[in-house]
T-cell receptor, first 111, second 116 residues
Framework: NAGVTQTPKFQVLKTGQSMTLQCAQD?????MSWYRQDPGMGLRLIHYSVGAGITDQGEVPNGYNVSRSTTEDFPLRLLSAAPSQTSVYFC??????????FGQGTRLTVV | AQSVTQLDSHVSVSEGTPVLLRCNYSSSYSPSLFWYVQHPNKGLQLLLK??????LVKGINGFEAEFKKSETSFHLTKPSAHMSDAAEYFCVVSDPVYYGNNRLAFGKGNQVVVIP
């Protein structure tokens, strides 16, 4: 099983550029989430989804968009990259009331 | 909303000595609790979980944690640290889905250094 697959692993963007981080899971989980990890901050929730067609904002949603057209995929879009969005991004999926499975992360640098 | 407090952002232990990482949570309900480990430049791996069964939970690599509702704690322990335990550890809480949106709340993490 592939589990949760994130692409790309590394990315460098210029300020103002846009991009999409891809996330796919093959476990038929209803819940999917995006987090960013910054030193000393733990993981902070950006956006999440409780099923296809349903998304909601987390703690730090500004500057990011999501959509969920299928159970498997949950892409994260950066609309206009800013240096403050330099971070490591993790996608996760889970069933309700169970543990989350994480992708390997995307290290994003905005210059 | 639920929340997690992990004190001691950096913890140093000598190889072969016990490891204790403290986690206190805040929740209005009976939560699920998890510990995850993250090795350098890697993703997060589940160490163990509490989901309202036995209060003493055993996980991988010799780790265990005890759920204490009266103290709202879920401390992680290991009797003898190994060099491979050097990593960052996160305590995570989730309210039951029928009381909310089942979101996960992360503590800020404990960076563990193992001294030879």
């Amino acid at each position: 099983n592939a589990g949760v697959t994130q692409t790309p692993k590394f990315q460098v963007l210029k300020t103002g550029q846009s991009m999409t981080l891809q996330c796919a899971q093959d476990m038929n989980h209803e819940y999917m989430s995006w987090y960013r990890q910054d030193p000393g901050m733990g993981l902070r929730l950006i956006h999440y989804s409780v099923g296809a067609g349903i998304t909601d904002q987390g703690e730090v949603p500004n500057g990011y968009n999501v959509s969920r057209s299928t159970t498997e995929d949950f892409p994260l879009r950066l609309l206009s990259a800013a240096p403050s969005q330099t971070s490591v991004y993790f996608c996760a999926s889970r069933r309700s009331n169970t543990e989350a499975f994480f992708g390997q992360g995307t290290r994003l640098t905005v210059v | 909303a639920q929340s997690v407090t992990q004190l001691d952002s950096h913890v140093s232990v000598s190889e072969g000595t016990p490891v204790l990482l403290r986690c206190n949570y805040s929740s209005s309900y009976s939560p699920s609790l998890f510990w995850y480990v993250q090795h350098p430049n890697k993703g997060l791996q589940l160490l163990l979980k509490y989901t309202s069964a036995a209060t003493l939970v055993k996980g991988i690599n010799g780790f265990e944690a005890e759920f204490k509702k009266s103290e709202t704690s879920f401390h992680l322990t290991k009797p003898s640290a190994h060099m491979s335990d050097a990593a960052e550890y996160f305590c995570v809480v989730s309210d039951p889905v029928y009381y909310g949106n089942n979101r996960l709340a992360f503590g800020k993490g404990n960076q563990v250094v193992v001294i030879p």
